[in-house]
């Protein structure tokens, strides 16, 4: 996974946005055609930290 916070000059015109609480996320089409669920958590407490979860109906072990 990859985060990309610059995003100026960048064709983002296939990627999937999401939006919640005022924040934005990107799903490349790659993720969002592999993936049945992807799930975004945002925590910690002294420094703000995004993990994301993805789930794939073969499993982790499927290299399609």
Known sequence: ???DTYLKGKDTSDYLRLESDGLEVLVSPVIAQL???VTLTVGG???RRLTAEVLHE???ACRH
Request: glycine share 8%.
């Open 1 to 3: 996974m990859s985060v």
């Open 35 to 37: 993936s049945d669920k």
């Open 45 to 47: 407490w002294l420094l």
């Open 58 to 60: 073969h499993g982790p």
